[in-house]
């Protein structure tokens, strides 16, 4: 990065400062820090190709093993830390166990009888806002054709869309200039994945 363009902005800020008012505090100092040096790169030793056929070996036989070890546990989900059951809790299991009174008839019936007359409020009120809208439509398209008849200009001004309504301004083009030379991908690409067979 260059620091050309910074000090000239900072150079009339300084000059400015300088000339209006004197302070006690320290100057505006820009100190670098000394270059460090690398060390030089380890040579590479040469490697005997069997050890380096048998490392590679090696590392195949490793995958082989995590993907078959994945395949058969493929139904698995892996675990999340914040959801496994710390040990306490499950050496306290029978402590903590709730005796719950299994549902009698009446209460199942009685929660079924709940579930049908909500949604049976649920339907009923979900008509009544149609019907609702229904009639708003209605007596708009009511009052518009009346207003036609009255007046065509009045009609024509009450059907223009309102931009107070919803403010909101795009500019921008309409369609995006062609790149000149450019070469369209087909969707084809080469497959570089390593294969272990």
Not at 23 to 29: A, K, N, Q, R, Y
Request: proline share 8%; with cysteine; hydrophobic share 35%.
């Amino acid at each position: 990065m260059s620091l050309l363009p910074v000090l000239s902005r900072l150079l009339p800020l300084v000059g400015q400062s300088a000339a209006r008012s004197v302070h006690s505090g320290t100057g505006l100092l820009f100190r670098s820090t000394p270059v460090l040096c690398a060390e030089p790169l380890k040579k590479k030793k040469k490697l005997d190709p069997q050890i380096v056929k048998q490392r590679e070996e090696r590392k195949r036989k490793r995958l082989e093993k995590q993907i078959r070890r994945l395949e058969k546990n493929a139904r698995q989900l892996k675990p999340i830390e914040e959801l496994e059951v710390p040990m306490e809790l499950i050496d306290e299991q029978s402590k903590r166990k709730r005796n719950v009174p299994k549902p009698t008839a009446e209460l199942l019936e009685s929660r079924a009888l709940l579930e049908k007359q909500w949604a049976k409020y649920r339907m009923q009120e979900k008509l009544a806002d149609y019907q609702l809208f229904d009639r708003i439509v209605a007596a708009q398209a009511k009052a518009l054709g009346e207003l036609q008849l009255e007046s065509d200009e009045l009609y024509q001004r009450a059907i223009q869309p309102d931009p107070a309504l919803l403010p909101f301004v795009a500019q921008g083009p309409v369609s995006t200039p062609p790149i000149k030379d450019y070469e369209q991908p087909d969707g084809e690409y080469i497959d570089v994945s390593r294969k272990w067979e």
